[in-house]
């Protein structure tokens, strides 16, 4: 073959290459498919049905209406106790007095700790217990977690404020002396379960001796960054009898719901 002849086929080949590229090119999609980013149309999430909480603010905005130091709704998952919390100016306003007349009543009403607010790290409530009536008082009830057994259906407890429901989940079930004489020091120094906040080092100590105290170990632990609500009555026998020992229950918070 001569010179001419391959030369006018090396161009041929060439040429007939170049329109197959041509046209791949042109026709891609077609033979080849494409890779190009399809978007895809907007699926919305499936729909989160809204709890109506109104019920938490009708019952605050009722209360509060009836007596302005009304400050929550204290109350058991459960049922087991379900009370009106007032924010007291000391520790004798409420300790008999009928929340909603302001008349003297010996059952009295549960109260905040004077030195707390809602804002507080530790929420003290203190409440009656008389279960040699017939009517259980207020915090009577609260000796039920003496009893291991009954802790998994009592153990959350709601406050429900103004505007938001903290939930907590009870941590510490325990008895504690009191000296009503002393009044600089009725308990243990280091043990104050009133105190509103703790020092890092002062919480360790009173939670460690409190895990020398309590009937049982819930696994429920609190730290330095956690809040919680106190919860006091008294300690009596069968013949009404007030001992010179108190019965507490301290429980962490564990959520917050926005109400409104």
């Given amino acids: 073959m001569n010179k001419k002849i391959k030369i006018t086929l090396i161009v041929l080949l060439i040429a007939a290459i170049a329109a197959v590229g041509v046209y791949a090119y042109i026709h891609r999609e077609e033979l ?12 919305d999430d499936e729909e989160v049905e809204e709890v109506d909480y109104s019920w938490a603010y009708e019952l605050y905005d009722g209360n509060k209406a ?3 130091d009304y400050i929550a ?18 520790y004798d306003e409420y300790l008999h007095t009928n929340w909603q007349t302001m008349e003297y009543d010996i059952n009295g009403t549960v109260f905040m700790d004077p030195n707390a607010t809602i804002d507080s790290q530790n929420i003290t409530l203190y409440g009656h217990n008389r279960s040699w009536w ?49 009044a600089e020091h009725p308990v243990e120094e280091g043990m104050e379960y009133m105190f509103t906040s703790f020092s890092k080092e002062g919480l360790e100590y009173y939670l460690n001796r409190v895990s020398e105290m309590e009937y049982y170990d819930t696994g429920v632990e609190i730290g330095p960054d ?14 009404g009898v007030v001992s010179g020992v108190r019965f507490i229950v301290v429980a962490k918070e ?3 719901i926005k109400i409104r």
């Avoid at 459960?78 to 007291?88: F, H, K, Y």
């Avoid at 017939?134 to 009592?154: G, I």
């Fill in 66 to 68: 009836i007596n302005g």
């Fill in 226 to 239: 956690d809040r919680f609500l106190t919860l006091q009555t008294c300690v009596s026998d069968v013949n």
């Fill in 73 to 90: 709704q204290f109350r058991f998952e459960s049922g087991l106790i379900d009370e009106p919390v007032m924010a007291a100016e000391n």
């Fill in 134 to 182: 017939a009517q259980p008082l207020m915090f009577t009830k609260l000796h039920t977690l003496e009893d291991q057994s009954k802790y998994e259906e009592n153990k959350y407890i709601d406050m429900i404020f103004e505007n938001e429901i903290r939930r907590y989940q009870v941590a510490h079930v325990y008895n504690i002396p009191i000296d009503e004489d002393n």
């Fill in 254 to 256: 564990i959520e917050t």
């Fill in 32 to 43: 080849f498919g494409t890779n190009k980013v399809v978007e895809q149309p907007f699926e």
